[in-house]
């Protein structure tokens, strides 16, 4: 660096801009020996699970979903990632080839790689062929003739030749791809999150022009950017405005929020929800959310769940033998409880998945909260029939293990600690300055708390 630095700046950012230029190049390299890496890794695990091209083709989609399972506790990415990990690998190793041979030797960028697996994906073979001669040929232009062209522009060009060459008119491919659209939440920092809608082209560019349209009417004392103003046009026309369609909508009977009731899972420290102070509450799916944006909900709260812990609760969180299907206060505190599937890096909601017996009740596991976990259907699934083993540990710890003897731990979203009988009534001393926001030994003031819940009507 001493020496780099002497240099005049000219030749200096000469030098560093080579540098930049073998550090993506190598990156190059190590993407494509990481494509290649899973794919080996992938028909290992096949061979090891012992499923062969004549198993089942229910057998070895098992084998494949347990080893993408296995990857993504691996790298620590979420199960999506690894899948779509694993799928380009299959592909970059099989009919796309020449696209890794380019990615190796540092032709092509990971970004292009991925629009060449897009724009190739359900296409005949012949059509997929010249989608990808077209990433290629601008990858040639620029190494021989220096020939820039962004992944935009040669997205563009791909386009246009599938368009030209595809033999299913573009109609009929539309209405299939129409089947897939959807609403994603996405949570972000400082009580944030982006909503996303994935819809046919013109209705989105449409909705785009008319919040554009709307947000344009200034009024002399509205301080809000365009951007703002379009943000919270749409927020407001998809919390209560009408539907056409819809006479509970059309009459503005139906409440603040339209047709449909949200239901909303807060968990509220007590002595928050009491004004005493302000420890953060729990938005289910989100995270943390401040004090005064959990008061206000649970103020319009219909109903609230208190879930102190047994004793204080009421709730039964054992039935032993007695009841193989959990009785609506054990699955609600379950629930609460672990937040979201239990599965390393699955973040689905435990609402929305199964209540899991650990010990299978069929090998003698009681319906109690210590043998009981939330599952989504898919790891229920992969825990019963794709090698993984699990137990549960003290403090709500789930302990799996995977087929290739890898040990992950994960940890309920809400550790409730159990209090005996009169404790946790009276509220705790008021914490000192370096005591704030934090537990106390004796008081974890979180674990004691209500959910408020916006229930559908």
């Known amino acids: 660096m001493p020496a780099i630095l002497d240099l005049p700046a000219e030749q200096a950012l000469e030098f560093e801009l080579a540098a930049i230029v073998s550090a993506e190049q190598l990156m190059r390299r190590l993407h494509a020996d990481r494509y290649r890496a ?24 098992m084998a494949t979903r347990s080893f993408v399972a296995e990857l993504a506790t691996t790298l620590g990415q979420h199960e999506a990632s690894a899948s779509r990990l694993v799928a380009e690998a299959e592909r970059l190793t099989g009919p796309r080839v020449a696209t890794l041979d380019a990615l190796d030797a540092g032709e092509v960028a990971p970004t292009q790689v991925r629009s060449v697996l897009e724009l190739t994906r359900g296409a005949p073979v012949e059509v997929a062929d010249a989608v990808e001669q077209v990433a290629l040929d601008a990858a040639a232009a620029a190494v021989a003739d220096g020939v820039v062209s962004t992944n935009a522009h040669v997205r563009r060009r791909m386009r246009r030749v599938r368009e030209r060459l595809m033999p299913e008119p573009l109609v009929d491919r539309r209405a299939r791809a129409a089947t897939d659209r959807r609403v994603c939440v996405e949570v972000a920092p400082d009580g944030m999150a982006w909503l996303s809608l994935f819809l046919e082209a013109e209705r989105a560019f449409a909705i785009e022009r008319r919040l554009d349209v709307l947000a344009g009417r200034e009024a002399s004392d509205d301080h809000r950017t365009s951007a703002q103003r379009a943000t919270d046009l749409a927020a407001d026309l998809l919390l209560s405005g ?3 369609d819809d006479a509970r909508t059309r009459d503005a009977v139906a409440g603040p929020t339209g047709a449909v009731q949200p239901r909303l899972n807060v968990t509220v420290p007590v002595f928050t929800l009491l004004g005493l102070d302000d420890e953060p509450a729990d938005l289910e799916g989100y995270g943390p959310i401040d004090a005064e944006t959990a008061r206000i909900i649970a103020a319009h709260a219909p109903s609230m769940r208190r879930i102190l812990v047994h004793p204080e609760t009421g709730a039964t969180l054992s039935y032993g033998r007695e009841h193989y299907r959990a009785p609506a206060d054990l699955d609600g505190f379950v629930r609460v409880r672990d937040g979201q599937c239990r599965f390393p890096g699955c973040n689905r909601r435990a609402e929305r998945a199964d209540i899991d017996h650990t010990t299978a009740w069929a090998h003698g596991g009681r319906t109690a909260a210590s043998n009981l976990a939330a599952l989504c259907r898919h790891h229920h699934r992969l825990k019963h029939e794709g090698g993984w083993h699990v137990g549960q540990e003290p403090g709500g710890v789930m302990r799996w293990t995977s087929p290739a003897d890898h040990v992950l731990r994960t940890l309920p979203a809400r550790p ?3 209090v005996g009988v009169g404790e946790g009534a009276a509220r705790p001393p008021e914490p000192g300055p370096r005591d704030m926001g934090r537990e106390t030994e004796n008081e974890p003031q979180d674990r004691v708390g209500r959910v408020s819940e916006h229930t559908p009507y």
């Open 416 to 418: 409730f600690m159990p």
């Open 242 to 244: 009408t539907l056409a």
């Open 38 to 61: 899973v794919q080996r890794a992938r028909e290992l695990a096949t061979e090891v699970a012992g499923f062969t091209e004549s198993s089942r083709a229910r057998d070895r989609d």
